[in-house]
């Protein structure tokens, strides 16, 4: 059996120092500030992206760093990378607010647009998932623990829909035309919803409405190495560094990858 890739494993260490720093201030009684977006922002948010930063400029070589808790860089400089880190150092402040544990530490890397190695952390449980493009994915499920090897698993009858807590859009006529009427919601935070369809616990994520780039590429990452795979809604691959906007196009994550989702996805919006 092969072992979890060393520079993925380098990661997520990364990853478990910045979620030490957020866990010191999830368990203290912390104050809420509201960005320009209106979305919330802590101390955790910052103190994660410290440790993030600091520990990235260490590894050689140096590559540029973009993060949510970063002033975006404009499209003038950026339009030049072609590798690059892509993190989010707390996917998830709604559900850090609200104390319920769903919320990830993200890091990927950014290789020609393609994301080639991911980690992402959930503080609270101690599970930690890695992937880097080649070399499967992973799960530790505590500090220190074993790496098991995660695969996604063929869709289910009925299929098991991932969706998100805290950001509501109605997705239920889509699914309704991909799966049929029976599918079985499962509530989840943060970009737990792409790690819970790489473990094989859930079948689809489909998201209608806004994200970030930084919300997505690890665990698009994971789930890909994993078998499954990411796709905007006319069945393509996601990519990164498109343009002058970091929004994502709206899209949907999935675990059997053997499924002609673009043909699916085609038909239920003709329908």
């Not at 400089?77 to 530490?105: C, M």
């Not at 805290?166 to 009427?181: F, V």
């Not at 819970?196 to 930084?214: H, K, M, N, Q």
């Not at 560094?241 to 994550?253: C, K, Q, V």
């Amino acid at each position: 059996m092969s072992a979890a890739p060393a520079f993925a494993r380098q990661i997520g260490d990364i990853a478990r120092a910045a979620g030490e720093a957020i866990l010191a201030i999830y368990r203290s009684d912390f104050a809420v500030q509201t960005k320009l977006d209106a979305s919330p922002l802590t101390a955790a948010d910052l103190a994660a992206q410290q440790v993030i930063i600091d520990r990235l400029a260490l590894l050689d070589p140096p590559l540029p760093v973009l993060s949510e808790e970063a002033k975006a860089l404009a499209w003038s400089e950026r339009r030049h990378w072609t590798r690059y880190w892509l993190v989010d150092p707390l996917d998830g402040t709604r559900e850090f607010v609200k104390r319920n544990g769903e919320f990830t530490v993200n890091i990927a890397l950014i290789d020609d647009r393609h994301a080639v190695l991911g980690a992402v952390l959930a503080p609270v449980s101690g599970e930690l998932y890695i992937a880097e493009r080649g070399h499967g994915a992973w799960l530790q499920a505590q500090t220190g623990g074993e790496w098991q090897r995660i695969a996604t698993r063929r869709l289910a009858a009925p299929a098991v829909v991932a969706g998100s807590r805290s950001h509501g859009a109605n997705t239920q006529a889509l699914l309704h035309a991909l799966l049929g009427a029976d599918y079985q919601p499962l509530p989840m935070g943060s970009s737990l919803k792409f790690c819970l369809i790489a473990r094989g616990a859930a079948d689809v994520y489909l998201r209608l409405g806004p994200t970030s780039e930084w919300d997505t590429a690890a665990a698009q990452c994971v789930l890909q190495e994993a078998g499954g795979a990411v796709l905007d809604l006319h069945g393509q691959p996601f990519r990164y560094n498109r343009g002058e906007s970091l929004l994502n196009p709206e899209f949907i994550a999935v675990g059997d990858a053997g499924i002609d989702w673009a043909a699916r996805l085609g038909a239920a919006v003709q329908a």
